[in-house]
């Protein structure tokens, strides 16, 4: 069919992802570019979008998140095959923090694959779009990127990263045809907060947070948090001064 | 641990909880753990059947996804974690409907053939058991079966209505029917005794696929109520209503159902919707979910939580023991406006346990009260055991072990394949382990 939307979402099989493109082909069919590391994950993603959204086109692509040369040639061919709409960069993992302070490897994996790759991701795609001088660029950043804290300073930082590098090329596309938003989700009830749920935190339903990530792209908007009362959170969480925000066990 | 209630609120036990997120995955999760376990979907029923205090609960809820949908035959093929909302909404505007539904669409599809849900067309389609064409069930041991109608029939038999002690439904394949739209021609008689209640359910029986009634529980034992009977309509599109959600923000410190509000509430709903026209057209939401949409409805009953009784007794004695069941219920002054009265059909259910059977059931909303409402029960099962009758396990949270076992006959046969490693509070309440 022509004239659909043309979504690629890096990180596809994430329950977020996944649940941001089921809303994107409720309504209307679209053209979704699957990317991610697992075939059989990815396979039973497109087979429950396509069951649900049959005159959509569904690929699947098996791609590297950590080697910049994958990186780029697995763009260069999803562009190949057309201009994308909207680029959803959604893959992460959350480690144990103790866990990383324990295991240089594992805190220089979590470093990569939360905040290195997706800059890669994004930064390969903005060439593409900022040629056509359109799309959208989508970034799954977290609430945690907006301060370090103890329980989970080396995601955070990753994520952090990914703020910053949003906010500049925000900066680099102004005025331009593309646009860049961060998402900033809250804890969310998906596969990879398991352990947060099995301690009993509260956690935002996945549906939910996609409805506003969805809304939130297509109004455009610079930055998303995800239930929005993380905005007010975080904002208050920001200005507290280190010497009282140290002490306190958060 | 996580505190884990089922829809009856009635306790808040701690749960271990494991989520099954892949179905590749599942054999590995549910494989020895420290702990026997049972699977948890949408925690829809009502007492036990869904609950394993300090044991684990396999949260099936992430295993919702679409496996393939044949347009042309209607056969959908799913993972057992998706709801029944889902499939309706995919299905409907493709001219497919599930067959059998209960009152509420949010449930899993493990949790429907776990307990043989039915719906108000039992008596033409049969409960949900009667259109699984085929299922996957994953067993502690490691161990995959495919059963189905025609495959392992043994097993199919035992898993369905088997309250989910059988393995871990993974997978499931559907039979949908045909359906013009989403809309139905409704019609609401009032009927002023049981013996018009029976008459009317004999008429409507060849001429409608959905009967239900609403039946007022506290005035004198007479048995007026409202009977509700629709068909599938064809007429074409029209603009769908709202679906406007409200929910019950918090469980108010005692039950808004109580004895003062019962007899106000019972006689305004019954002369209000005398009132309205007969006949409608009515969209499939309201009609088959009436109470989706106000989510989180069950904390009216307050902190104590509440008790459903629901049981089916043989047609032959129907009419007395209903009479019999409301005149215990009248005289309690305790009861429900979810008071429930519908013929099932002549047909043998599928499942080994599955509840619906020839006859006619009762189901009723109690606040509890402790003492008081077991008092009550009590007299009612007197009534029941007399009758021949027997209780839906998935509503149930105090059943004596006696009328279990005389109510489920079937049940030494089914116990043969139970998974050892899987246990839930009904279970260990009901047989033993």
Redesign the interface.
Known sequence: MKNMKRIVIVGATSAIAEHCARLWLKDRPADLTLVGRDSHRLERVAADLKVRSPDSTVRIVLADFIDPEAIQSTAENIVKQGPVDILLIAHGTLPVQTECQASLSLCRDTLEINGISPVLYAETFAKHMALVSRGTIAIIGSVAGDRGRKSNYVYGAAKGLVDRYAQGLQHRFAGSGVRVILIKPGPTQTPMTARLQSLNVKLAPVDKVAELIVKGIEAGRDVIYAPKKWQLIMLIIRHIPSKVFNKLNI | M?PVSSWGRLSADPH??I?L????KVGEAVHKGPHPGVAHGMGRSYGDVCLNPKGTLWLTT?LD?????D?NTGRLV?EAGVLLRDIQR?AIPHGWILPATPGTQLVTVGGAIANDVHGKNHHVLGSFGDHIQNLTLIRTDGGVIHCGPNEQPDWFAATVGGLGLTGVITQAEIQLRRVPGPWLNTETVPYANLDEFFRLADDSETEWEHTVSWIDCISGGGGRGLFMRGNPADIGRRPEPPGRKRTMPIAPPVSLVNRLSLRPFNLAYYHLKKLQPRQAITHYEPFFYPLDNLLEWNRMYGPKGFFQYQCVVPRAVGRDAVQAMLREIAKSGDGSFLAVLKTFGNRLPVGMLSFPQPGVTLALDFPNHGERTFKLFAQLDAILREAKGRIYPAKDARMPRELFEAGYPRLSEFMKYRDPDISSEFSRRLMGS
């Not at chain 2, 996804?65 to 949908?69: E, G, L």
């Open positions: 996580i271990h909880i989520s997120n892949d179905p590749s992430g996804h679409f496996i393939s949908f347009q799913c995919l």
